[in-house]
DNA sequence: TGATTGATTGATACTAAATCTCAATACTTT
DNA sequence: AAAGTATTGAGATTTAGTATCAATCAATCA
């Protein structure tokens, strides 16, 4: 496998972001690490503007313009991705390439991410009476983590 | 089951979703039901924006207010559900109330609803692992329908 | 080292989606 | 008819996200 799930830390995230900008040919200038160490550090899904709210604090680090920039290119390279949403600014969640899905916890907030898929087998008869070709899907999981159960609960 | 799926023409959702709005106490109003009439219409999911344009045209129907009024409220009552989007606007698709899934056609946009779900019977086992309590699901599936492999293949 | 080159930044202007406001209007009930 | 309530819509406002472009930075080369 190739990113086990048990190397899925944070920390382990932060290394392989920098090392995939610079495989990439791009900088890892000082506005991207802070961007980079922030987003390594969050709890929990989080927006754009949220970002920039968070470092517009620290002052001469990272421009609007710098963290849309570099937040599209994560999530185009597989580093983030975005959530379903009912709201209106996208919500972004770190994550890995290839294809996973993210269980977010409705108390906490915390995304982990799933490696295994099975969806499309246990779809498969459904589809097959439609006669539709499944080509790809999105799945996203809510629920209550086992940190928020035994801790609150 | 209360929608079986071959009651679920657009025919039947422009029916049900007038008798919804009398049911919660709402009037059938003229841009209300102008703009359900274009929802039913609709061959594939369609954004905010595009009910405007489509019924400014029509002099003296529904302004902005009052369509994404009606959208919210078709939205939270569950006659519509909003993709998954990598972009900026809400994109909708007709719905029926209750746990369904949508299989969106690549080629031709049509989306279909599917009843059933065995999802969370197939990741329950990972999910046990993890030892996540599953609440819910978002779950959307892309491909080609029959139609278009018919057609045009 | 200093020059060259191209990537990167960020202030600012801009666009477009979505929400808010509130007076005017249209129903419904008594 | 009068009173009371729901609804509308024009326009102002907010906000997310994009575009611009001169100034700056970092990597490589002479
Ligand atoms: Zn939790
Ligand atoms: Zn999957
Ligand atoms: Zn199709
Ligand atoms: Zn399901």
């Known amino acids: 496998m190739a990113h086990p799930e048990s190397d899925q830390t944070p920390a382990h995230w932060r290394r392989r972001t920098e090392a995939a900008l610079r495989d990439a040919g791009l900088r890892c200038t000082f506005p991207r690490h802070a961007i980079l160490d ?3 550090a969050a709890a929990a899904p989080f927006t754009a ?26 999530q185009a390279a597989g580093w983030l991705t975005r959530l379903y949403s009912d709201g209106t600014q996208h919500t972004y969640a770190r994550f890995w390439p290839g294809h996973h899905h993210i269980a977010v916890c409705l108390r906490c907030g915390s995304a982990t991410i ?6 499309e087998e246990g779809i498969r008869p459904a589809l097959a009476a439609l006669d539709f070709e499944l080509q790809g899907h999105v799945l996203e999981l809510y629920g209550v983590c086992g940190n928020c159960r035994t801790h609150s609960n």
């Not at 517009?56 to 994560?74: K, M, N, V």
């Open 38 to 40: 922030w987003i390594a």
């Open 114 to 119: 799933m490696s295994e898929c099975h969806i």
């Open 49 to 74: 503007e949220q970002v920039v709210a968070a470092l517009e604090t620290q002052h001469g680090t990272s421009s609007r313009a710098t963290i849309y920039r570099l937040l599209d290119w994560l």
